[in-house]
């Protein structure tokens, strides 16, 4: 099975950028030829274009969240999400370009989508190439659970 | 009085905020867009390697990072005193074709056409790029599906990678062509060059064609006469690398022409108290509000001011039509604000064309790609940025690290003509206190038009584009609100 871990978020805009941090931590601890590790800042469509043809895609991301506790990490399949934000006004939701690839008869598309998310209730829009601590500390737990994850899919393809 | 607020505007992420304010019949007094700007850039950059700057820019803003690269790369040319080889000049333009291509087919299929495509009073479940494809046909879909591909792919090779470009250097660019790069680029380009011509065809047959929306594009509140802004080259045609910064009046006579290290003697900026957002002004005409007219300093830049701007495109095909819009919508300037949608499909023919001449160009296989650099100084870079004109600024220290560094992005030059476009088509639309989906759509197109970015390098999960509208009665208190997708 191939996977990507993909981190996403903007390093040079705080906390936003806590899933490159993510991306970089894990490069540590997996040395699996079938799991690809890379970043983006970006959303929608080009987001499409960099999982496409894997099996599985593991997104890790901050998730904007009134509800939840700032700071905590949430494993979220894609579906359970109504629609994504894309990572700026000029480009359609993950989601929406999901859609459309579909309809388009796309065969590469992941089966499986799932989006490791840290949940913030706010993020500053500030420059600033810093984690605040809270946030911080939800990086080794992201790393925890999408190294469980892997190791799932392991056990269930052999 | 009353307020409506719609907030943030579909389809547009940052939390933009539109306010329209009625008076006690229930017609529209004035409205605002409220935007969050990023703060902090200049702190952030000083101290920092000069020659980090293009990769720093190209992640303020998931829109446009091939446009900052370059923005900052240029801005480093000119303070290291330094003027690449002419090849790295080519390879650098073509890259920005790439970028033109995938951006101008974005808008036009994905965020700004299906107003028109669809209608725009369809439902918003159907006024998407969904809805263009069930009424434009699956392959048409896979047509858009491929040319934005492409051009992604274009900067891509040319770029590293499409989404963070790691070529732009101080004096030139870090990679040429090969051969077989050279021969994926030219088929590419041919299947562009098709595209774009058909991307006119269908503006023509569904817009142009519909005497409707001919009628609502030509219509007042849709109207703006400011000044326009664009680059041009030597003949005064558009260019989005290099040029001159050309501005004219509302009749497309030019007012001024300037090298980008005039640029703070020529523009202003303007500071209101609702918004973090500055106004820039021409500066001899002077701040006089928000208005239009040959006494405001208010310009617009992007595709349509880029075209009023200049006196043709530079390349056959896209001159042709360049003429045809002008003839078709009543001579210069054109100063109705949804000819945007047009402006940039024209565009895309451009950059098609040009992305031929420069992939044709013997030299552009050279491997002279790079001058050596000066001492580090003062210096000033700019471009067109797929929505307007875009400068950056460094002062350099002695050891080139950034001392000063400030912006003047696209959307910002536009920022005072959005805000009236918006108060204007709200104006229009919104009659004693008659507010549903359908006319607050009439409203964002005003504003889509100008394909803006605000805030654009937050991307958090999970949004949904809400839209929220709230009415206020003449004492601030809500009487009504209207949400969508929340």
Known sequence: MKTIILGVGNQILGDDGVGVHISNELKKYIKNPNVTIDEAVTGGMNLLDLILGYDKAIILDAVKSEKDKHGIVQRIPINDFKAMHSCNPHDVSLIEAIEIAKKMGENRIPKEIIIIGVMMKHISLEFNDKLSKKIAAAIPIAVKMTLDEIKNDMKISS | ?486
């Open chain 2, 1 to 486: 009085m009353k307020t409506i607020t719609i907030d943030p505007i579909t389809r547009l992420e940052g939390h933009g905020k539109i306010s329209i304010f009625l008076d006690n019949k229930g017609d529209v007094e004035n409205a605002v867009l409220q935007i969050p700007e990023l703060r902090g850039f200049e702190r952030f950059a000083q101290g920092r390697r000069a020659e980090d700057m293009p990769q720093i820019t190209s992640r303020i803003c998931g829109v446009c990072p091939v446009a900052h690269h370059f923005a900052a790369t240029k801005a480093l040319d000119a303070a290291f005193n330094v003027d690449p080889p002419s090849a790295a000049k080519k390879l650098r333009e073509l890259m920005y074709m790439g970028y033109f291509i995938y951006d101008h087919t974005l808008h036009f299929y994905y965020l700004g056409g299906p107003d028109f495509v669809v209608g725009p009073d369809a439902p918003p479940a159907k006024r998407n790029v969904i809805g263009v494809i069930e009424k434009a046909g699956v392959e048409v879909g896979k047509k858009v599906i491929k040319h934005r591909a492409y051009g992604q792919k274009i900067t891509a090779i040319l770029g590293g990678k499409a989404t963070h470009p790691v070529c732009g250097l101080p004096g030139g660019v870090s990679k040429g062509l090969n051969k077989d790069e050279v021969n994926d680029i030219k088929k590419m380009v041919d299947s562009c060059i098709e595209f774009a011509k058909f991307s006119l065809k269908l503006f023509d047959d569904i817009v142009l064609k519909n005497k409707n929306y001919v009628d609502i594009i030509l219509s007042d509140p849709y109207t703006l006469k400011t000044y326009n802004m664009g680059l041009v080259d030597k003949n005064n045609k558009v260019n989005f690398y290099d040029g001159k910064i050309r501005v004219t009046d509302q009749k497309g006579n030019e007012y001024t022409k300037f090298d980008v290290k005039d640029y703070y003697k020529k523009i202003a900026e303007h500071v209101e108290q609702w918004t973090y957002i500055k106004f820039p002004y021409l500066k001899a005409v002077g701040w006089k509000g928000f208005k239009d007219g040959k006494e405001s300093g208010i310009y617009r830049v992007g595709p349509l001011g880029r075209l009023n701007a200049a006196e043709g495109m530079a390349t056959p095909l896209a001159d042709k039509e360049y003429k045809r819009f002008y003839e078709t919508l009543g001579g210069k300037a054109v100063n109705t604000t949804l000819a945007f949608h047009w402006a940039r499909l024209i565009e895309l023919l451009y950059a098609t064309e040009r992305a031929k001449e420069l992939i044709n160009d013997p030299e552009i296989t050279s491997q002279k790609i790079r001058n050596p650099v000066g001492e580090p100084g003062e210096g000033m870079g700019v471009t067109e940025a797929a929505r307007g004109t875009l400068i950056h600024h460094y002062k350099l220290t002695k050891n080139g690290l950034i001392d000063k560094a400030n912006l003047i992005v696209a959307t910002t030059n536009n920022a005072g003509a959005i805000n009236m476009s918006i108060r204007d088509a709200a104006k229009g639309v919104i009659k004693k206190g008659k507010v549903d989906n359908a006319t607050l759509n009439m409203v964002e197109m005003a504003f889509r038009a100008y394909d803006p970015c605000f805030a654009c390098a937050t991307h958090t999960l999970p949004g949904g584009m809400p839209l929220e509208v709230k009415i206020y009665d003449y004492n601030k208190k809500l009487y009504k609100t209207l949400t969508q997708n929340i």
